[in-house]
């Protein structure tokens, strides 16, 4: 037998074996143990580990390791970090790194909140002509206004409300001096002069321009950490309803809200939370950021949603795992009700992003109440093995059953609360 066949027939019995292996569940496990395990105190992961293999942890302080039949478990017993060796027959086959990070945990929500939003400055949501002797004429656009711009100062003081506008244009229409105008545009800023016009008919001074200095809307709470009183809520940004672009924020505030009715969703047409503020409005927290990840702020005021009120654990990006789940909304009046939910698909991700999550409604009231996902939706809690995992952010709009989520994780990062942090020491 020459030597090229003998090549060939060692080449196909490698892969048939290679193949063959790789099959075994022993393998597989074994490929599955991941290369980094992060866990809170006082939580335990398992794996399996058919293979005959021992483990060894470099800080016994931190990590308790444990294998009884063909179950691998780490118990995470103080703050700190380990290595995890994996040995077989006296051999290292594997290393492992184990963070053990502080006891976490926070109140989920779930009640229907109403949202007012001031935003920095006045926004622009369109231009109009001004019909002057010589014609009609928009002297914001003429300016190089764009609608979703946002103008911040005008001759150096700042702007914080519509009503702070006409002064200003009065003041110009009587000197003939164009207005010096500060502007926000996609995180960058300029200036440029603007000369109002006088309209013929009221002979009024105009800038040509829409604009609006307030949102307001409906939502729903995600959490809030009770020692430090954060909150966060609604899951992904808002947006200017005329605009479609983010909505910057000077300030804000969310108050008590009443689901009235529901608009049931159908493909191709999303549902909708007929709901209106609580008829005190009394003011239960602020805003103070409004990002993709959802709007952000304090409690001034104590919340309760009757199901869970004690704080509960929260999920890692890479601890949630496919298979069923609960959501915590409101779909009639203010009552607070935990309904069925199936995580068809969850991405373990390294780094914030706001569709972490595919999710499908499999409550048959829920269904039958709403149709699936609804706007207004938007924030509830995802609750799953008793541990916070996510919210509700978006509906699919040829599917109103299904949507994404995000990973609780990315949200409390947000609302500037940091998990990893140690907990501070009580003074000797």
């Given at each position: 037998m020459d030597l090229e066949k003998m090549?060939?027939?060692?080449?196909?019995f490698l892969l048939v074996s290679f193949v063959v292996l790789s099959m075994a569940k022993p393998f597989k496990e074994y490929v599955n143990i991941p290369k980094q395990i992060v866990l809170f105190q006082g939580e335990t992961f398992r794996f399996p580990a058919?293979?005959?293999?021992?483990?060894?942890?470099?800080?016994?302080?931190?990590?308790?390791?444990?294998?009884?039949?063909?179950?691998?478990?780490i118990d995470g017993k103080t703050i700190g970090e380990s290595d995890l060796v994996l040995q077989m027959a006296g051999f290292p086959v594997k290393q492992v790194n184990v963070k053990v990070l502080p006891d976490f945990k926070v109140v989920p929500g779930g009640q229907s909140i109403g949202v007012k939003l001031n935003t920095l400055g006045v926004l622009v949501v369109g231009h109009h002509l001004v019909e002057t002797e010589n014609g009609k004429q928009s002297p914001g656009e003429m300016a190089g206004i764009q609608v979703g711009d946002t103008i911040t100062s005008i001759n150096g003081k700042k702007i914080e409300k519509m009503s702070d506008v006409s002064p200003f244009i009065e003041e110009a229409g009587k000197t003939g001096k164009p207005l010096k105008l500060t502007v926000h545009r996609d995180r960058h800023q300029f200036e440029t002069k603007l000369f109002p016009l006088k309209d013929k008919h009221d002979h009024a001074y105009r800038i040509g321009l829409y604009i609006r200095d307030s949102a307001a809307g409906i939502g729903t709470m995600t959490f809030f950490h009770p020692k430090s009183k954060k909150y966060?809520?609604?899951?992904?940004?808002?947006?200017?309803?005329?605009?479609?672009?983010?909505?910057?924020v000077q300030n804000g505030t969310i108050v008590k809200s009443t689901v009235t009715s529901i608009d049931k969703g159908r493909n191709g047409s999303p549902g909708e939370k007929l709901a209106k503020f609580s008829s005190d409005r009394e003011i239960i927290g602020n805003i103070t950021t409004n990002s993709p990840f959802g709007i952000f702020g304090k409690l001034s005021k104590p919340i309760r949603n009757g199901i869970f009120d004690e704080p509960l654990p929260i999920a890692l990006s890479n601890q949630v795992k496919k298979g069923p789940a609960k959501i915590l909304t409101v779909v009639d009046k203010d009552q607070v009700e935990a309904f069925d939910i199936e995580i068809v698909s969850t991405v373990p991700q390294k780094f914030p992003a706001t569709k972490g999550m595919i999710i499908k409604i499999t409550d048959p009231r829920l269904l039958e109440k709403t149709g699936g996902i609804v706007q207004g939706m938007s924030g509830s809690?995802?609750?799953q093995d008793g541990k916070l995992v996510g919210a509700v952010t978006h509906v699919f709009v040829n599917d109103p059953t299904s949507g994404y989520g995000v990973h609780i994780e990315w949200m409390l990062n947000e609302a500037g609360i940091n998990i990893y942090e140690r907990k501070e020491q009580k003074a000797s």
């Open positions: 090549r060939k027939i060692i080449g196909a058919s293979l005959p293999v021992q483990a060894a942890a470099t800080n016994e302080n931190s990590i308790d390791v444990a294998k009884k039949e063909n179950t691998l478990s966060g809520a609604l899951g992904h940004v808002i947006s200017d309803m005329d605009t479609k672009k983010p909505i910057i809690p995802i609750i």
